[in-house]
């Protein structure tokens, strides 16, 4: 149940990977904001002094979030922490759901004692083949969040249900993750799942799509698998991942400041 809308927060800390992180909500300074800094934002507007951690690391796998993440998390005591992860797992040719859901039960164990509110998600899914191949697997992570949630009394925020978030529109080109506008609805969610007021109708459909040219069509596929497509898969047979080296881009919990 969403919780009362009177209980002000005080600290947030985002636990995950770049759907956490904001890939690819891009700022002209080619950070990224994303979802969760979009709440965090709303949140801080309310609360003097609110104090907001991302610890979120694009590419990062269950294991690395609940061995790296977590326990910081933990460790610095906010009142809301949202935990989002496994996708990069259940993507991957080969891959043990039990032991996905397993490692994100160890996730949520370290973090639902030391928060007042654990939020979880379902995560969304771009409409396509790559998602009817996965489906299986994600159903399974996702029908397991919903036994998590009850164990720990979280909040579940299904954003997999959403038709519109499986709109092409709503992706950016790389196809794996969200643009500004669908993280603008993810905030959204999340900020009505809390109890707050809607600030907008985040499952609202988009206009009807005019389908482009078949020339265009090939010419984006072709983009896609040049810049986007090969590379993922060179790290795959590689063991690389897009995060290695990376640090969090809020390591601390602190005053909230927009990023510049």
């Known amino acids: 149940m969403p919780m009362n809308a009177t209980y002000t927060h005080t600290s947030f800390v985002a636990v995950g990977d770049s759907f956490t ?3 690819s909500d891009a700022l002209p300074d080619s950070s990224y904001r994303g979802w969760a800094d979009l709440l965090a934002a709303r949140l801080a507007a309310r609360t003097p002094g609110f104090r907001y ?4 690391v694009r590419g990062k796998l269950i294991g690395q979030i609940a061995d790296e993440q977590a326990p910081v998390a933990a460790a610095m005591g906010a ?3 949202t935990l989002v992860g496994g996708l990069n797992d259940v993507l991957r040719p080969q891959c043990d759901v039990d032991l996905v859901c397993a490692r994100l039960a160890e996730a949520a164990g370290k ?3 030391g928060c007042r509110q654990l939020v979880l998600m379902r995560s969304p899914g771009r409409r396509g083949p790559v998602l009817e191949r996965f489906r299986p697997r994600m159903e399974q992570l996702f029908a397991f969040i919903d036994t998590l949630a009850e164990r720990h009394d979280a ?4 954003l997999f249900s959403a038709e ?3 709109d092409a529109r709503l992706w950016a080109e790389d196809r794996l993750h969200l643009n500004a506008e669908g993280h603008r609805r993810v905030a959204e969610a999340v900020w009505q799942a809390l109890g707050h007021a809607p600030e907008s109708d985040w499952r609202e459909p988009l206009p009807p799509a005019v389908r482009p040219g078949w020339s265009t069509r090939r010419a984006s596929d072709v ?3 040049r810049e986007h497509l090969v590379p993922w898969i060179g790290r795959r047979l590689t063991g690389r991942s897009s995060g290695d080296g990376l640090p969090p881009k809020r390591g601390e919990l602190l005053p909230y400041e927009p990023l510049p």
């Open 79 to 81: 009142d809301l922490v």
């Open 111 to 113: 973090l639902a004692p």
């Open 155 to 158: 909040l579940v925020v299904d």
């Open 21 to 23: 992180e904001g890939m």
């Open 223 to 225: 983009r896609f698998a």
């Open 53 to 56: 951690a991302n610890l979120a």
């Open 164 to 166: 519109v978030l499986g």
